[in-house]
């Protein structure tokens, strides 16, 4: 086991707190394992330790990703998906193949799902938009996490204004799955959209209310001014 997995894990078991792990496992409906460490807490050990590794190839990186997602612990995954991130100006197309072999074989939770996805698959894609067609593959998938993962790694680019099309063609795929974390997910990605398209998402909103559950909606709606919402709501 490399030194510096050994050293984080010990610094997390000391930092565990009963009454976090509590209050952090009431947001899940299925079995989180967790140390029981607050987010921000997380965030800042990861950048620590990422400080005192000395290889910081990507390959190096990614294999000591696989350590911490191995474990199953949330937090190892925080760290895990802080760690692919900060090596991104590495990234290359083959990189692809590592995130989705994580998706299928590790991410067991919206949090570790939505911490990977918004931002090291997020800017991966950024960098590489022909992998869009992927994440429609992924959306078609029989994993409720890897279908998730289709969505959310567009929050990030559909905030920036990038891929409306290809963020409507998702949700198209998803649009009547009903796995509540599925909705909620594209529901996120529309919503995220319509910062900077509005109008074209409200239009998909009415055009496929009638199938859209109505968790979808509502998330997609959410930013929307008060008119528009009372016409998307409307029977």
């Given at each position: 086991?490399?030194y510096?997995?050994?050293?984080?894990?010990?610094e997390?078991?000391l930092?565990?707190?009963?009454?976090?792990?509590?209050?952090?496992e009431?947001?899940?409906?299925?079995?989180?394992?967790?140390?029981g460490?607050?987010?921000a807490?997380?965030?800042?050990?990861?950048?620590?330790?990422?400080?005192?590794?000395g290889d910081?190839?990507?390959?190096?990186?990614?294999?000591?990703?696989d350590?911490?997602?191995?474990?199953?612990?949330?937090?190892?995954?925080?760290?895990?998906?802080?760690w692919?991130?900060?090596?991104?100006?590495?990234?290359?197309?083959?990189d692809?193949?590592?995130?989705?072999?994580?998706?299928?074989?590790?991410?067991?939770?919206?949090?570790?799902?939505?911490?990977?996805?918004?931002?090291?698959?997020?800017?991966?894609?950024?960098?590489?938009?022909?992998?869009?067609n992927?994440?429609?593959r992924?959306?078609?998938?029989?994993?409720?996490?890897?279908?998730r993962?289709?969505?959310?790694?567009?929050?990030?680019p559909?905030?920036?204004?990038?891929?409306?099309?290809?963020?409507?063609?998702?949700?198209?795929?998803?649009l009547t799955?009903?796995?509540?974390?599925?909705?909620?997910?594209?529901?996120w990605?529309?919503?995220?959209?319509?910062?900077?398209?509005?109008?074209?998402?409200?239009n998909?909103?009415?055009?496929?209310?009638?199938?859209?559950?109505?968790t979808?909606?509502?998330?997609?709606?959410?930013?929307?001014p008060?008119?528009?919402?009372?016409?998307?709501?409307?029977?």
């Amino acid at each position: 086991m490399p030194y510096i997995i050994d050293r984080i894990r010990e610094e997390l078991i000391l930092r565990a707190d009963s009454k976090t792990k509590t209050a952090a496992e009431r947001f899940f409906k299925e079995s989180a394992k967790m140390y029981g460490i607050k987010s921000a807490e997380v965030i800042r050990l990861s950048k620590v330790y990422y400080k005192i590794i000395g290889d910081k190839s990507k390959s190096n990186i990614f294999g000591l990703c696989d350590e911490l997602w191995k474990s199953g612990y949330m937090e190892e995954s925080f760290v895990a998906c802080n760690w692919s991130y900060y090596v991104n100006k590495q990234y290359e197309p083959a990189d692809f193949n590592v995130f989705e072999r994580w998706v299928n074989n590790y991410v067991s939770n919206w949090a570790s799902c939505d911490t990977l996805c918004n931002h090291t698959i997020g800017t991966f894609v950024e960098m590489y938009p022909e992998y869009i067609n992927e994440l429609k593959r992924w959306a078609s998938s029989k994993n409720r996490w890897v279908k998730r993962a289709a969505a959310v790694s567009l929050i990030i680019p559909a905030r920036n204004g990038n891929f409306p099309e290809d963020i409507m063609e998702i949700a198209d795929i998803l649009l009547t799955d009903d796995d509540d974390m599925v909705q909620k997910g594209y529901g996120w990605m529309l919503k995220a959209a319509s910062h900077k398209h509005e109008k074209d998402i409200f239009n998909y909103v009415m055009r496929n209310k009638a199938n859209m559950p109505r968790t979808s909606l509502r998330y997609a709606i959410e930013k929307m001014p008060h008119e528009l919402k009372v016409r998307a709501m409307a029977k």
